[in-house]
Nanobody
Framework: QVQLVESGGGLVQPGGSLRLSCAAS????????MGWYRQAPGKERDLVAI???????NYANSVQGRFTISRDNAKNAVYLQMNSLKPEDTAVYYC?????????????????WGQGTQVTVSS
């Protein structure tokens, strides 16, 4: 069984910074893409940033230049450094990963989500 556990959300003033962390655990064989999504009240869940196993990154236009995604393959972890936060960044942030887990001789690819962490940007 595979789990993604997030941490690091909270309340921050406009212009401030937060760092989100997400760690995968369980019977993991390998992890492909890892990413962060966010969902504001009444809106759809949107991609924020994604990072491949090789370290290539892609960002939503709205966060380009302010957010940085990184990963530690040895720890099965992905991070999101968020700087110059704006009120419109307020949302629940979800970690996402494409993971190949193993059960004996079986290797099973699947997409996993974290439980979500609230980020609120307000004065």
């Amino acid at each position: 069984q595979v789990q993604l556990v997030e941490s690091g959300g909270g309340l921050v003033q406009p212009g401030g910074s937060l760092r989100l962390s997400c760690a995968a655990s369980g019977t993991i064989f390998s992890i492909n893409d890892m990413g962060w999504y966010r969902q504001a009240p009444g809106k759809e869940r949107d991609l924020v940033a994604i990072i491949t196993s090789g370290g290539s990154t892609n960002y939503a236009n709205s966060v380009q230049g302010r957010f940085t995604i990184s990963r530690d393959n040895a720890k099965n972890a992905v991070y999101l450094q968020m700087n110059s936060l704006k009120p419109e960044d307020t949302a629940v942030y979800y970690c996402n990963a494409e993971i190949i887990s193993h059960f004996g001789l079986q290797f099973v690819p699947a997409e996993y989500w974290g439980q979500g962490t609230q980020v609120t940007v307000s004065s």
